[in-house]
């Protein structure tokens, strides 16, 4: 259960707040917050930000977020004031303009626009807001060809569009079919299926292979356009390639589309097969066979490597990893979204101790 308020803004000018309660216990899951707002106030809405949060880890606690409303809105009698709620930092046009890390989604016109963009490649009948927190903003899209997914991407990650297209000049099966894009936005067809929180062994032995197929022949592109991470391992016989970066089930479709390429960086195969591990525990990627589905795949491309040896370097360089990508988070986003990383960097650092005292 999430507590919000909503401190709703019209024309970039504060005209109230409204509470109420969701169900959904995540932060970054606004599609439940803006249909209950959107009922409440009798318009459309958006949220642009998390403005405080009185919960951790991304779920639960009294959620405070700024809302724009498409037209202004009445705000009912029966909700309670919020004088404090009026600093210039939420309600003043001009201090939009010094918050030099305030992506362009989180500030007033910034979901519209998206939209906006969308609708010139495609006849949208509704626009639903799913998704919105310092790393992406994502809307669902109705339209009479079917569902449409559009996104966009802060300027510190990958873009989606450019790594997506690399992907498919090896296997198109893999990633969303890109409609349109243009710098940090991608407009996809909707992915059939759903998110593979707790993957089957079927859907690992579908993704797992088909995902280093591919690695293996991008390994021979220009990988240049790619950022590095800097974290090297021993090649144990298998290439550097195209990394997803953040490959775990929860981004991949039961259809076998693979989603979330904003993480995708150059690096060593094994380090996604370490994250993959990493995210579904231990004890669940035994019973699933990962590792092993996962180097009998790369043994068909490289006969002469030795994945396992590489995947247990890789285990605790994947941490290294990840506390690299959370400091960027934590650079590169405004202060009121940083809750959203405290912390992780020195987690990830505990991990890869932890498990670099396991190496031989």
């Keep these: 259960m999430r507590e919000v308020v909503a401190l709703v803004i019209y024309n970039a000018e504060y005209v109230g707040s409204v509470e109420f309660t969701v169900d959904s216990p995540w932060w970054n899951d606004v599609e439940p917050v803006v249909t209950r707002l959107d009922e409440i ?11 405080s949060t009185t919960g951790s880890g991304m779920r639960d606690g009294r959620v405070t977020y700024q809302v724009e409303a498409a037209s202004r809105p009445s705000i009912p009698a029966d909700q309670p004031t919020h004088p404090a709620d009026r600093p210039a930092h939420l309600a003043d046009r001009a201090a939009e303009a010094h918050e030099p890390l305030r992506m362009p989604w989180a500030r007033p016109g910034g979901p519209a626009a998206l939209v906006a963009w969308a609708a010139q490649h495609v006849e949208v009948r509704r626009a ?22 559009a996104k966009e991407t802060p300027p510190f990650m990958a873009d989606e569009a450019t790594v997506t297209s690399l992907v498919r000049s090896v296997d198109p099966s893999l990633v969303p079919d890109v409609v349109a894009s243009a710098p940090r936005r991608t407009l996809m067809r909707a992915a059939e299926g759903i998110d593979c929180w707790h993957p089957s062994s079927e859907v690992v032995a579908s993704i797992v292979p088909r995902w280093v197929g591919a690695q293996a022949k991008v390994a021979g592109l220009d990988g240049r356009q790619i950022k590095t991470r800097g974290v090297d391992l021993p090649s144990c016989g298998l290439p550097n390639t195209l990394l997803h970066g953040d490959f775990h089930p929860g981004n991949w479709r039961s259809g076998g589309i693979v989603l979330d390429w904003a993480d995708a960086h150059w690096g060593h195969p094994a380090l996604d097969a370490a994250r993959l591990i990493s995210f579904v525990g231990d004890d669940v990627s035994q019973e699933l066979g990962i590792a092993r589905i996962w180097a009998d795949a790369w043994l068909e491309h490289r006969p002469d490597s030795d994945p396992l040896q590489a995947l247990r370097y890789a285990r605790p360089a994947a941490h290294l990893v990840g506390a690299l990508v959370y400091q960027e988070f934590l650079d590169c986003i405004e202060e009121s979204e940083r809750v959203y990383h405290l912390g992780d960097p020195e987690h990830e650092l505990e991990l890869a101790r932890a498990l670099s005292a396991e190496l031989p």
């Design 41 to 51: 106030l009798g318009v459309a809405t958006s949220v642009l930000r998390l403005v």
């Design 128 to 149: 639903v807001q799913v998704k919105t927190w310092n790393l992406s903003c994502l809307y669902r899209l109705e339209t009479d060809q079917g569902t449409y997914w």
